[in-house]
């Protein structure tokens, strides 16, 4: 954490050196954490405060402690706002529930979906269907029985959603969607942070029980969906 560096611990009852007290200082006004205000000079409430409420993302009773290598310290020195995807909507809770989670994910990651139509869940089915699992359908289904779906994807949505389903990828039907019902939301990103991704909002879901309902997916587009209450 080459931009972060302390020597000791900052916080409550720790040694509060007045040159680490300062890095946290200036981190925590960087990131908007706290006001912006000439450094005291050693560990003032306004600090303190700011350090209790960056760890309010990720623990549920904050310690108000940054141990040398600890977590606190390790998303403090990542801290940083990800991109939201052109068009995604979050509405009401939605918007909470992805700014607790937002500036811990790893770089890479982004807010790929939020609240969807049932028109938007369709498209995004069909697309899965005619597109990017047409290959693995037709090898487990067979040829003919993907030519008889296709011929009226809409018809035949429930074969359509079955052979989605039926090759791995978790999708809800269109109507029933928890994203139609503003509940959820999908983080996109490369495969390799998949699992940090996952990890990351776990610990933010079990720091705010009252908002996430404690599904997280992995799916297999690539995505992270979680979703709220």
């Not at 609240?115 to 067979?142: C, E, P, V, W």
């Amino acid at each position: 954490m080459p931009n972060l560096i302390l020597r000791q611990a900052v916080g409550k009852e720790c040694p509060n050196n007045p040159d680490d007290v300062k890095v946290i200082y200036q981190r925590l006004m960087d990131i908007g954490m706290i006001i912006c205000y000439d450094f005291p000079g050693y560990l003032d409430d306004i600090i303190m405060q700011g350090i209790i409420d960056a760890q309010r993302h990720f623990m549920l009773v904050p310690d108000g402690v940054i141990s040398v290598g600890g977590k606190t310290q390790g998303f403090l020195a990542n801290w940083k706002n990800k991109p939201i995807s052109a068009g995604v909507q979050l509405p009401g809770r939605l918007r909470e529930a992805w700014d607790w989670v937002d500036p811990l994910l790893p770089d890479g990651s982004y807010c790929s979906s939020g609240y969807r139509s049932a028109d938007d869940q369709r498209r995004i089915l069909h697309n899965f269907f005619l597109n990017t699992y047409r290959t693995q359908i037709i090898a487990k289904y067979g040829q003919a029985a993907y030519d008889a779906a296709k011929a009226d994807l809409r018809a035949n949505e429930a074969k359509v959603l079955e052979m989605v389903r039926g090759v791995g990828q978790a999708i809800a039907a269109p109507g029933s969607s928890m994203h139609q019902k503003g509940k959820a939301v999908d983080i996109g990103g490369p495969s390799a942070i998949d699992n940090k991704q996952v990890e990351i909002v776990k610990l933010v879901a079990r720091a705010h029980p009252d908002l996430y309902s404690g599904k997280i997916l992995k799916e297999r587009n690539g995505c992270v969906h979680f979703e709220i209450v």
